[in-house]
């Protein structure tokens, strides 16, 4: 059975950074694109960053670009995602996704989901 394992996440002051990794098992890597999304209260769950199969290729939504970094090594099998100057509406449960068809920027692309990882940003 395919799983997604997100950690990394906490809580921080506005400002702060915090790096989320998400390990899988059981998944060839190598042929999924990989995806962090994410959930508010009350929100519905948006993309944040996408990467394709080999690393070239990755894009960010407009609310994170320039501060997040998105990243996956596939010797661990492992997805990153480097927050920097958080702020307080990138609270979230942050979720990371595999794509069977590779690099994509949609929801319905994506097949496998980890259970989240909580981040808060204090004022």
């Known amino acids: 059975q395919v799983q997604l394992v997100e950690s990394g996440g906490g809580l921080v002051q506005d400002g702060g950074s915090l790096r989320l990794s998400c390990v899988t098992s059981?998944?060839?890597?190598?042929?999924?694109?990989m995806g962090w999304f994410r959930q508010a209260p009350g929100k519905e769950r948006e993309l944040v960053s996408a990467?394709?199969?080999?690393?070239?290729?990755?894009y960010y939504s407009d609310f994170v670009k320039g501060r997040f970094t998105i990243s996956r090594d596939s010797a661990k099998n492992t997805l990153y995602l480097q927050m920097t100057s958080l702020k307080p509406e990138d609270t979230a449960v942050y979720y990371c996704?595999?794509?069977?068809?590779?690099?994509?920027?949609?929801?319905?692309?994506?097949?496998?989901w980890g259970q989240g990882t909580q981040v808060t940003v204090s004022t």
């Open positions: 990467i394709s199969r080999s690393g070239s290729a990755t």
């Open positions: 059981r998944l060839r890597f190598n042929a999924y694109g």
């Open positions: 996704a595999a794509s069977a068809v590779g690099y994509c920027t949609g929801y319905g692309c994506y097949k496998y």
